[in-house]
């Protein structure tokens, strides 16, 4: 059967004849498999052939001719031109269909991943891939090739809430160890974008502990934001390691994050001018790294957390009080950390309503 299917008109006949019970389904995939050489060969093939298909009944068909015409090289011209053609498919298929080749379906995905990177266009393809998962996934706690991709996208756009629908499941089924390795530090810095520093933390931690030969530039980086996070979120920076990381991890971390360990170390010490002093020393390294914006924040969280042990210790205390105490310019800065301490979720700042 598989022979007599030498033209395209013939495949076409095919796919729509053969794309309604599961039965149909897997002989129709056999065919397909057999065609896939002779349909990238043929020259009469392009995206008007799409037109005797549906997306949404012939998912399968539609897929594998969807492969053919999205390979090879692409220009900025034909990305902006299949990007709108990918997202509808992706958004119309049936699922069941797409599962049959979902190895074919990942690679489309990720080809629309990489428009819409070059177009400078990510948001575009934020709706589409978060489609593609849940479309992808037989189950809410399985990850999926595509997690990781559909986070990237989320970053680089900006979209942090997009991004945290995903990050909500609890993930349980791992086909490849390197999808989850992306997904919990794509995910970190999602969470770190909206603030779930309790998250972030849980996501970085996966990613510190991973189980790994030889330490990467993502768990480098990773750990860094590890340190800051740590002492924004929970006030402490402990040089100590997880039990349950790498050898290579608990050799090489220490040795090329040395000025994370530095600040985590003075953060610990409490003395907020030898802090600051530090960061403005190390301030060239921190915005090489990306991670100047953190470590502002890790110095603000360390006024605060002066602020609420003297509130602790003493029942009453004027604004330039708290200002002259923990080396604040004035009266004016005191009154801003005080307010967004009350506002903070995060810490046990009640006792501020004591400051008069």
């Known amino acids: 059967m598989i022979g007599a299917v030498n033209s395209v008109e013939a495949v076409i006949t095919s796919i729509q004849g053969l794309s309604g019970s599961p039965e149909d389904l897997s002989a129709l995939h056999d065919l397909l ?11 009469g093939v392009n995206f008007s052939t799409l037109d005797q298909l549906d997306a949404s009944k012939h ?31 992706i958004n119309s298929c049936d699922a069941g269909q ?28 934020v709706g589409p891939l978060l489609n593609a998962v849940q479309k992808l996934q037989v189950s809410s706690k399985r990850l ?12 680089q756009a900006k979209s942090y809430k997009s991004g945290f629908s995903i990050l909500s499941d609890d993930i349980v089924e791992i086909d490849q160890p390197r999808d989850f390795f992306l997904y919990s530090y794509y995910g970190g810095m999602i969470c770190i974008g909206l603030k779930r520093f309790q998250k972030a933390l849980e996501l970085l931690y996966n990613v510190v502990t991973a189980p790994m030969h030889q330490v990467n530039a993502i768990a480098l980086e990773a750990y860094k934001k590890y340190i800051l996070v740590s002492l924004i979120h929970n006030g402490q920076f ?26 985590g170390n003075c953060y610990n010490d409490g003395k907020i001018g030898e802090l600051e002093a530090l960061v403005v020393a190390r301030n060239a390294e921190f915005e090489e790294d990306k991670n100047l914006g953190l470590v502002k924040q890790a110095v603000s969280s360390l006024y605060k957390r002066n602020i609420l042990r003297l509130t602790q210790k003493y029942l009453t205390l004027s604004l330039q009080d708290i200002a002259n105490m923990v080396q604040l310019g004035n009266a004016k800065e005191a009154e801003m950390h005080v307010l967004q301490m009350v506002l903070c979720p995060t810490l046990d700042f009640w006792k501020l309503a004591l400051l008069v």
């Open 98 to 125: 797409i599962r049959l080749a979902s190895y074919k379906f990942v690679s489309l995905c990720k080809i629309l991943k990489d428009h819409v990177i070059a177009l400078g266009d990510p948001l575009r393809g």
């Open 59 to 89: 998912s399968l068909g539609y897929l594998y001719f969807l492969e053919v015409l999205t390979c090879g090289p692409v220009s900025k011209e034909k990305a902006a031109y299949e990007i709108p053609i990918i997202a509808r498919f």
């Open 33 to 43: 498999r057999g065609a896939q050489d002779s349909l990238r060969a043929e020259p």
């Open 238 to 263: 402990t040089n100590t390691l997880p039990k349950c990381a790498s050898t290579a991890a608990q050799r090489s971390f220490k040795n090329y994050t040395g000025p994370y360990i530095e600040l």
């Open 144 to 155: 999926t090739a595509l997690h990781p991709d559909v986070l990237q996208l989320c970053l």
